[in-house]
């Protein structure tokens, strides 16, 4: 199905607009507001119907009160070219559907047309836009794998919508864990109404019977007026069908009336169209007969004709007047210009110093195209990019300079900051010092005075030790132990040595003194030393790190300047000889040069302009020596050039009054002959058309033919007083009248249904009074009435809770039902739909991506040609919109032969890159050969993508006008 043509009656602000569509596609362009969405809208309004006043879609209905809606033009391969006609209306407008045969159609021959879509349908399927893809951005895995899913199965969105919305509707209801879902409280209440319950009947065992007979008795009173409430109805019925049973015999006998007098026909307006045809066939022929005797009494007067070819060569010549003036005043005006070229060319060449006749023509072989002059232009230009690059680096260059000097300041301040000598000596010896004084601190420590008692005490324990160790392992042969026991018996030597060597060497204890006296108390002081130290050298470092960047950048960008100069030499050295291809020596200004070559160009077009004015002084003299001899050959004889005209135009005058009569009587016999043959052709069509009335009245005779409308107007009347009866009836459509019924029959059931309610009023007295009864003797058995309103409000909370449990297990019924539709969906329909997609997909991302996926869980994944496979939310922008089109286009082409329909879309590829809008292009060219698209754009871009599109300005649209065509 293709749309051909729109035709705007009134929609938004579009009307009396005309706008033609092509079959493939079609390029709607616009600035924002221009009006694109309010004639995509207009196609869904007239294809699917108005939406409602108090909607929440606009109705778009026309801003200066107008006419509202329109045409929509289609041409389908079943039903051929059709109009779909929709304007105000009753609810959703008023259609009718032209088809191509002539018939007309209503709503329901358009669902057929449009294969069964509604509006919803259609949207889900053959139209998107930039709003539905911006959405992606903000959607997570589960969100984006449905809307994927929606877009590749018909349908799935308003599944997909409702599952949610039961989930949600199911979660406010119950929750396995939750407090605040109604089901959750009422569960809550009923237990702890259960246990008071219990606790109250515990009290009063004798309340129950009474209890429980005043809840049959409630049970009975409840259905006994659910009996009352349907007899009621009936017998409200039956009063209705007995006031509506005459209604039904009247249309009894009208329908038996008009089946004896269905096989009369005869034309619409048929006594008024005969009638007429009548009058018309009696003015033809008198007008016949009129027209005969004129010609008879025109050719008796008709004269000879003589002088026909001179009147029309001098007829010619006369036409041509203008031209004789317009060769005067062009030979006289090139006069003028070649004066006035001359005198330009003159200024010019002396503006340039151009003297001598070689050089004027040299200069005037020289290009001054367009390509020359660019190439001037790129000279200049580079060379002005130079002197700006060699002035930029110049200014780095003064800045590397000062930056050497500030860092050789600031070494320089560094260096007297610096430690001295001696500090820096005492800092490198200050780690052997600090271990020699901690040595001696521990010396001093162990090995002063101590009794020669408490000196040998530990060398003998270690002794014993090892002495028992040792006859231990050799009686137990343990030699592991004897191992052990050696050991510890070489460590007792060796303390009871030291031990000996300390108590006779007092020298190397005053040494460790002295030590300790030195230098102890000096941590502190010497901790800052060399603090101090370590923060100069690392400064120092830094500054001479920096010093040397600093030089580096300041040789690399002298190089720089040094190669920039050289490049500006060059270059001016080839605008020096550019110069001199047009004869000037040196270098002018930088602002005189273009002038210069404006002046010379300027120069070439006055020669240019000089030869044309030749060439047109020349064809204008030519022509007038030409038109001379015309005249004087018509005129047969010789003419002054000055007085040529006007002796034209005399003799014209005498011959013409001559041609004259006999051109008038010529004139009116032909005219009169047309009228008459066309009298006798319209004579032959009406009585052509009385023979059709005739025979579509199925009379031979004018008065058959009155006889047939006689009965025709029978049938009409009879068809009025039918419909007047069944629109009584529409009323009550819902109340179906027995077959058969009589008026009796229905009193004998009035009867039946008085006494079932008197029966049933009878009974309802007699429980209310029992049940009073035992209300009272309840009251008096427990005067606490606190157990029977306890009852009361469990059977109340049970009930809700019961109410409640319902419209959950509803709601999951039908979120199970969607989920085992999805699952089916997967299963059947959506594989023949990831087939194409996968490959549209895949020629969208140039092969970067080769195949779409469903996980057991429902979300989608992309399969990349290196083998990983990427949920589609960690894809980006652009490529989640490349995947949710594949699967939109591949749906569109899987209901193509069941649904031919066009395919709309608003703005979806502007986050495309150009290699990513150049695949959607390749892609959309080859799918139009089959499918028809409509694209709504304000990108000014998007007009050049495609080469054989329908171009459409909606901007350009007038009232009364069409969309221009680009």
Excluded at 372 to 377: F, N, S, Y
Excluded at 524 to 549: C, G, I, P, V, W
Excluded at 646 to 669: I, N, V, Y
């Amino acid at each position: 199905m293709k749309i051909e043509k729109l035709i705007i009656y009134g929609f938004g602000k579009h009307e009396n607009v005309t706008v033609d569509l092509g079959s493939g596609m079609n390029v709607l362009y616009g600035v924002n507001e221009a009006g694109k969405t309010t004639i995509q809208q207009f196609i869904l309004h007239i294809l699917f119907g108005f939406p409602q006043k108090n909607s929440a879609s606009l109705r778009y209905e026309p801003k200066s009160g107008g006419k509202y809606g329109g045409q929509v033009h289609l041409f389908d391969e079943t039903y051929g070219k059709c109009i779909v006609e929709r304007v105000r209306g009753k609810s959703a407008g008023d259609v009718i559907v032209h088809f191509e045969d002539g018939k007309k159609g209503v709503e329901a021959d358009l669902t057929i047309l449009l294969r069964q879509y509604d509006r919803a349908s259609f949207e889900s399927i053959f139209s998107f836009s930039l709003l539905q893809l911006q959405g992606f951005e903000k959607m997570d895995e589960d969100e984006l794998s449905r809307t994927l899913l929606a877009s590749g199965t018909t349908g799935v969105d308003s599944l997909l919508q409702l599952e949610k919305r039961m989930e949600k509707e199911m979660g406010e209801l119950f929750k396995k864990s939750g407090r605040n879902p109604e089901m959750n409280v009422k569960m809550a209440e009923l237990r702890e109404l259960e246990i008071e319950l219990k606790e109250e009947q515990g009290k009063a065992t004798a309340y129950a019977p009474s209890i429980e007979r005043i809840q049959e008795i409630n049970q009975r009173l409840a259905e006994l007026r659910g009996q009352e409430k349907m007899l009621q109805n009936d017998s409200q019925q039956l009063t209705l069908v007995r006031q509506l049973l005459p209604l039904h015999q009247k249309k009894q006998t009208l329908e038996s009336r008009l089946a004896q007098l269905s096989n009369i026909e005869f034309p619409a307006n048929g006594i008024g169209r005969f009638e007429s045809l009548t009058g018309k066939i009696t003015e033809t022929e008198a007008a016949k007969r009129r027209m005969e005797k004129e010609l008879s009494e025109m050719g008796s007067r008709m004269p000879e004709q003589f002088g026909a070819e001179r009147i029309t060569k001098i007829e010619v010549l006369i036409a041509t007047e203008s031209e004789w003036h317009g060769w005067h005043t062009v030979s006289k005006a090139t006069e003028d210009e070649l004066r006035q070229l001359m005198g330009k060319k003159g200024r010019l060449l002396d503006r340039l110093g151009i003297k001598e006749k070689e050089a004027e023509q040299f200069l005037l072989q020289r290009d001054v195209s367009i390509q020359k002059e660019e190439e001037m232009h790129g000279l200049i230009r580079r060379r002005d990019d130079y002197d700006q690059q060699i002035k930029f680096t110049e200014y780095q260059f003064r800045q590397l300079e000062n930056d050497l000097i500030d860092m050789e300041k600031k070494i320089e301040s560094a260096e007297q900051v610096a430690p001295s000598a001696k500090d820096q000596e005492d800092v490198r010896k200050w780690p052997e010092i600090r271990q020699q004084l901690a040595e001696a601190k521990a010396y001093v420590a162990l090995g002063g005075r101590p009794s020669l008692q408490n000196s040998l005490l530990v060398p003998a324990i270690l002794f014993l030790l090892a002495l028992a160790c040792i006859l231990f392992g050799l009686i137990q042969q343990e030699w592991l132990v004897v191992v052990v026991g050696v050991i510890i018996g070489a460590v007792g030597v060796f303390l009871y040595s030291k031990k000996g060597a300390r108590s006779t060497d007092d020298s190397y204890l005053h040494e460790m003194e002295n030590i300790i006296a030195t230098h102890d108390g000096k941590e502190q002081q010497m901790a800052d030393f060399t603090e101090r130290n370590d923060s100069y050298n690392r400064e120092k470092e830094r500054l001479q790190e920096a010093f040397k960047t600093v030089e580096r950048q300041y040789s690399q960008t002298e190089a720089k300047l040094d190669g920039l100069h050289d490049k500006r030499r060059q270059l001016e050295m080839g605008l020096v000889d550019f110069l001199r291809q047009y004869g000037f020596e040196g270098m002018p200004l930088s602002g005189v040069i273009p002038e210069l070559f404006r002046m010379i160009r300027e120069v070439q077009e006055v020669s240019r302009n000089r030869e044309e004015a030749l060439l047109k002084r020349q064809t204008a003299q030519d022509a007038i020596n030409k038109r001379i001899a015309e005249a004087e050959k018509v005129l047969q004889k010789n003419v002054p050039q000055e007085l040529i005209y006007e002796m034209l135009r005399r003799e014209f005058l005498q011959l013409r009054k001559e041609a004259d009569t006999a051109k008038s009587l010529q004139g009116s016999m032909e005219r009169i002959e047309s009228n008459l043959r066309e009298n006798i052709e319209l004579s032959n069509s009406l009585q052509a058309t009385i023979q059709g009335l005739l025979a579509e009245a199925e009379a031979e005779t004018e008065s058959e033919f009155y006889s047939a409308h006689d009965g025709y107007q029978e049938v009409v009347r009879l068809t009025e007083q039918l419909n007047d009866v069944m629109e009584q009836l529409a009323t009550h459509d819902r109340l179906k009248l027995p077959t058969g019924v009589t008026e009796e029959e229905l009193v004998s059931k009035e009867e039946e249904n008085r006494l079932s309610f008197l029966m049933i009023t009878e009974e309802l007295h007699n429980l209310i009074a029992e049940q009073a009864a035992l209300v009272h003797k309840t009251e008096r058995l427990l005067t606490d009435e606190t157990a029977g309103q306890k009852l009361q409000l469990f059977e109340m909370k049970k009930a809700e809770f019961a109410e409640l449990a319902k419209k959950w297990s509803t709601r999951k019924v039908v979120a199970e039902a969607i989920r085992r539709t999805m699952e089916e969906l997967k299963e059947k329909k959506l594989p023949e739909v990831l087939d194409v997609a996968e490959k549209l997909f895949c020629e969208l991302t140039d092969g970067k991506y080769t195949a779409f996926n469903v996980t057991e869980t429902g979300h989608f994944e992309a399969l990349s040609m290196d083998g990983m496979r990427y949920p589609i939310a960690e894809l980006s922008q652009a490529t989640k919109e490349q995947a949710y089109i594949s699967l939109r286009l591949s749906l569109a082409s899987s209901v193509f032969v069941s649904a031919p329909l066009p395919i709309m879309m608003d703005d979806p590829f502007v986050h495309f890159d150009a290699g990513r809008l150049s695949s959607m292009i390749n892609v959309l060219d080859k799918l139009q050969q089959k499918h028809q698209f409509i694209y709504f754009t304000c990108h000014e871009m998007m007009k050049e993508q495609w080469a054989d599109a329908t171009l459409l300005n909606v901007s350009d649209i007038g009232s009364g006008q069409g969309a221009m065509v680009l």
